[in-house]
């Protein structure tokens, strides 16, 4: 997983190769209660210090919000999630052999 940051006029990726069990905890647990059409500051924050987190702290809340472009804020938090539990749906979708 990466993402791209606007870092003193430059862009600079991050990568994250490995994501723990835990940050698929973190990942259900900051999610859960968000409404993504009417998010407020408190709850953009908390979603901007997860992606933060889930990059092991390569760069920081304010990193984000300087760093991304306006319109690209909201799918990438999107994307964030989506990568950490959308492997999870594949894991566990019904094995044919067991139904």
Do not use: W
């Not at 994501?19 to 407020?40: L, P």
């Not at 809340?61 to 760093?67: E, K, L």
């Amino acid at each position: 997983m990466n993402i791209t940051l606007k870092i003193n006029g430059k862009d600079k990726k991050f990568t994250t190769d490995f994501i723990s069990a835990r940050m698929v905890r973190r990942t259900i647990e900051v999610s859960k209660d968000i409404n993504f059409n009417d998010m407020s500051t408190d709850e953009l924050d908390k979603m901007v210090g997860y992606v933060a987190e889930l990059f092991g702290g390569q760069f920081t809340i304010d990193d984000v919000y300087d760093g991304l472009a306006s319109k690209e804020l909201i799918p990438t938090i999107m994307n964030c999630i989506n990568e950490v539990v959308g492997g999870i749906g594949a894991e566990t979708a019904g094995d044919e052999k067991n139904d």
